[in-house]
């Protein structure tokens, strides 16, 4: 089957709207996936340093997680780094909390494009269809009941087109969104755990 835009009428420009839509909805799904691809990372590294921390080897800990490339340990080498500078109490644990809030929300930034793209690409696709369906039955009272009926079905399947590409553009950023949103999520909880983590091993070191 063939078409050319410029035969869909309105709808031929809904869905050049919606090819641009799922191009930068692929392209951020990649980015995305790049970004978050380590954020996850370093589980046993961490676990390592704090068990470094806790046996007094605190300069060994921290050159190791400092090296980690997840949001964790970036956060946990930054609480390393503060608790052997003397940096203790509400204050602390307040920048802990900004620091981590702050990987979070780098972590989801661009996500909620990605969610609106799979919320508005259904909706034009239902646009580009009431367009057509209004055009091919103005086509059909123009002719007073003599239009060909194959060029009738014609327009009704061009004006479905739309809403069949704009769920084709709407499923994989649905997904792709959820899926980002999840592991960011679960960077976020593994940032909360290791921050937990060395405050109680700073306080008692056999809670390792």
Known sequence: MSFDLGSL???????????????????????????????????????????????????????????????????MAYGMSALQKGLKGPALTTELLRRGNEEFARMNTMIRLLELIAMISPLLGLLGTVLGMIQSFQALEMAQGAANASVLAGGIWQALLTTAVGLLVAIPAAVGAT?????????????????????LVEENPEAV
């Open 9 to 75: 009428g309105a709808g031929g420009f809904i869905i050049a709207v919606l090819l641009v839509l799922s191009a930068l909805s692929l392209a951020l799904i990649i980015i995305k996936t790049a970004q978050l691809w380590s954020a996850r990372s370093g589980v046993a590294r961490r676990d390592a340093a704090l068990s470094d921390w806790a046996g007094g080897r605190k300069e060994q800990a921290h050159t190791a997680v400092a090296a980690g490339k997840s949001p964790a340990d970036r956060v």
């Open 179 to 199: 899926l980002l949103s999840a592991r960011a999520e679960s960077a976020a909880q593994m940032i909360e755990n290791s921050v937990g983590r060395l405050l």
